[in-house]
């Protein structure tokens, strides 16, 4: 373990907390995990990420059922739904140093905004946008298929300009790229994220909708034209808020997902398990921006209403 180097905690240890808490762990980061119902399993047997990309990587982690018993964190990698954000906010507060650097490793828009005003001013918080197909296989086994990295944009804190809040991100990318991951330092991190919902918004809608992996979505005709057109709405609400996506960005995802392994996203995974959806996140709230900047975007309204439908009704099953 590099004893000189920032002491890291993971909030919210399933399939992104897991892989990247290892693989942070693996290049010899102090990493510390909290868990709740997997503590036993991986306080026992450690963390498994068995991954396409790099084998089988399996070690014992420090983990911690009780966020009294972590020491003082330098950076916090939250991987938790932001369904849970405000639940989570005390935990944070108490693993939280000094000067801590809170990421959130979330999907969506307004997740900082949201869990900004219920952490104390002294922390900063950053946003981590994650482009990997990875979920959670049993506890403490994390299945990695494809990609892996991880962006990253400063939201708010006490970095008083932008030379500050830039620093701050690139430390933080390159604690990623030691541990081999790809990460990049994102100058506006409200662009970062409209540019992630390109793919959010179409592919984890549908899986639950159509009950359908990527492979089936991309193989059938009016799948792909719905993919598509879910996308191009998505880069129109994005302009209508002041964010001009780089051309071409909704036709090159479409392309790296014809490649991809057959994948399952995350929110299908939710469905299954009986957890709730983000949809605040995903769907509610970028439709709420460009709403507000008089631009609408019917398709993932109708999504949105059939997904929320689908909610209700499995929670109550």
Same mark, same amino acid.
């Given at each position: ?23 942070l ?22 963390i498994?990420? &068995? ?12 983990a ?23 639940? =989570?906010a005390?935990?944070?507060a108490k693993?939280?140093?000094s000067d ?10 307004g ?9 104390? #001013?002294?922390?900063?918080?950053l ?5 990997i197909?990875?979920?959670? &296989? ?12 991880v962006n ?6 006490p ?16 604690l990623?790229?030691a ?5 990049? #330092?994102?100058?506006? =991190?409200?662009q970062?994220?409209?540019?992630? =919902?390109?793919?959010n918004?179409p ?15 991309m ?12 996308? #191009?709405?998505?880069?129109? $609400?994005?302009?209508?808020? $002041? ?8 036709e090159h ?15 299908y995974?939710?469905?299954?398990q ?6 605040a ?7 709420a921006?460009?709403?507000?900047a008089?631009?609408s ?7 949105y209403?059939?997904? $929320? ?7 109550q099953?």
């Open positions: 373990m590099n004893t000189s180097s920032p002491r890291i905690g993971i909030i919210g240890t399933g399939a992104i907390g897991g892989y990247y808490g290892l693989m762990a693996r290049a010899g980061f102090d990493v510390h995990f909290l868990l709740r119902s997997e503590f036993d399993a991986v306080s026992a047997n450690g498994r990420v &068995e991954s396409a990309v790099h084998g089988t990587l399996q070690m014992p982690v420090q911690y059922a009780d966020v009294a018993d972590m020491p003082p964190c330098d950076w916090l990698l939250v991987g938790a739904k932001t369904t849970s954000n405000a639940e =989570l005390p935990l944070i693993a939280a140093a801590c650097k809170v990421v959130l490793l979330q999907n969506g828009l997740v900082e905004e949201s869990l900004r005003p219920l952490l104390p #001013a002294h922390l900063h918080l946003g981590g946008l994650c482009f197909c990875v979920n959670r &296989e049993a506890p403490g086994v994390v299945r990695h298929q494809s990609l892996g990295a990253l944009g400063y939201h708010s804190g970095a008083a300009d932008a030379a500050a809040r830039q620093h701050v991100v690139e430390a933080g990318a390159e990623f790229r541990a081999g991951i790809d990460s990049q #330092a994102m100058s506006n =991190l409200a970062a994220r409209w540019q992630k =919902l390109v793919w918004v592919y984890n809608g549908l899986s639950v909708l159509l009950r359908a992996s990527t492979t089936p979505l193989a059938d005709a009016q799948s792909r034209e719905l993919i598509q057109a879910l996308m #191009a709405e998505v880069v129109e $609400g994005a302009r209508s808020c $002041g964010h001009e996506l780089p051309q071409g960005y909704a995802l479409f392309a790296v997902t014809e490649k991809m392994p057959d994948y399952w996203p995350s929110m995974h939710d469905f299954a009986q957890r709730p959806l983000e949809l996140a995903i769907y509610a709230e970028p439709l921006q460009a709403r507000a008089g631009c975007l019917p398709r993932i309204e109708a999504l209403q059939a997904l $929320g439908f689908i909610d209700r009704h499995n929670l099953r």
